[in-house]
T-cell receptor, first 113, second 109 residues
Framework: KAGVTQTPRYLIKTRGQQVTLSCSPI?????VSWYQQTPGQGLQFLFE???????NKGNFPGRFSGRQFSNSRSEMNVSTLELGDSALYLC????????????FGSGTQLSVL | AQRVTQPEKLLSVFKGAPVELKCNYS??????LFWYVQYSRQRLQLLLR??SRESIKGFTADLNKGETSFHLKKPFAQEEDSAMYYC???????????FGKGTMLLVSP
C-alpha cells in the first residue's frame, strides 16, 4: 500500500510569508503527527491529530497550526515565517493507539530567506 | 518533562566489530522506548521497540529502568548498518515521541 505522502517536497519562502504543508497518511490510519527536524534541535514534536481533533501539542508558538480532514489528510500552516522556521517538516501516520509504530513521510524541506 | 539523550553524535566501527549505541532517558513515569533508523536517502523507520522484545537485523535493546537506559546493540556490525539512529520515548498511553538527537553509525570495511 502507498506510504505517507508529503507535498510539496521543497519550499522556499521569505520572512513574513505564510506556508501550508500537506500530508496524506497511509490508508486506514487515523492519526497524523508532525515533527520539525533541524540540525541544531533534532526532531521535535509539533502536534498530533486524531479523527480531525488535535490530540497532543508540542511546545511551539501559535504561528504553527494544523488541521485534519475527514479523510485523515492533514495540513500544517506556519504564519509570519521567521528564518528559524527553516527545517525539514516530517509527517507520520499511525492507527492512533498507544505505543504504536509511526510511519514517516519523506518530509517537506522549508527554506525561509 | 521527558528527555532522551544520545551522547555520541558519531560512532565509527569496522565491519564485524560489536556495536553499542547509547541512549539514556529521563521520565518520571513508565516510558515506552523505541529505536528508529534512517538509512541514506530513505525515510525514518522503526527499528525496534522495547515492548516487543524482538531482534531486528541482529539488533537488540534492553530497557534498564535502574540506569534509565535503552542501549542498542549488535554483536557483529555490517556495512549496511551504516545509518542515523534515533532513540525515542513516548509516555505510556500516548503515541507522540520525544527523540534524542541521533547517532550516526559508520561501518567501514
Amino acid at each position: 500500500k502507498a506510504g505517507v505522502t508529503q507535498t510539496p517536497r521543497y519550499l522556499i519562502k521569505t520572512r513574513g510569508q505564510q506556508v501550508t504543508l500537506s500530508c496524506s497518511p497511509i490508508s486506514g490510519h487515523r492519526s497524523v503527527s508532525w515533527y520539525q527536524q533541524t540540525p541544531g534541535q533534532g526532531l521535535q514534536f509539533l502536534f498530533e491529530y486524531f479523527s480531525e481533533t488535535q490530540r497532543n501539542k508540542g511546545n511551539f508558538p501559535g504561528r504553527f497550526s494544523g488541521r485534519q480532514f475527514s479523510n485523515s489528510r492533514s495540513e500544517m500552516n506556519v504564519s509570519t515565517l521567521e528564518l528559524g522556521d527553516s527545517a525539514l517538516y516530517l509527517c507520520a501516520s499511525s492507527l492512533g493507539t498507544a505505543s504504536e509504530k509511526l510511519f514517516f513521510g519523506s518530509g517537506t524541506q522549508l527554506s525561509v530567506l | 518533562a521527558q528527555r532522551v539523550t544520545q551522547p555520541e553524535k558519531l560512532l565509527s566501527v569496522f565491519k564485524g566489530a560489536p556495536v553499542e549505541l547509547k541512549c539514556n532517558y529521563s521520565y518520571s513515569g513508565s516510558p515506552e522506548l523505541f529505536w528508529y533508523v534512517q538509512y541514506s536517502r530513505q525515510r525514518l523507520q522503526l527499528l525496534l521497540r522495547h515492548i516487543s522484545r524482538e531482534s531486528i537485523k541482529g539488533f537488540t535493546a534492553d530497557l534498564n529502568k535502574g540506569e534509565t537506559s535503552f542501549h542498542l546493540k549488535k554483536p557483529f556490525a555490517q556495512e549496511e548498518d551504516s545509518a542515523m539512529y534515533y532513540c525515542a520515548l513516548s509516555r505510556s498511553g500516548y503515541s507522540t515521541l520525544t527523540f534524542g538527537k541521533g547517532t550516526m553509525l559508520l561501518v567501514s570495511p
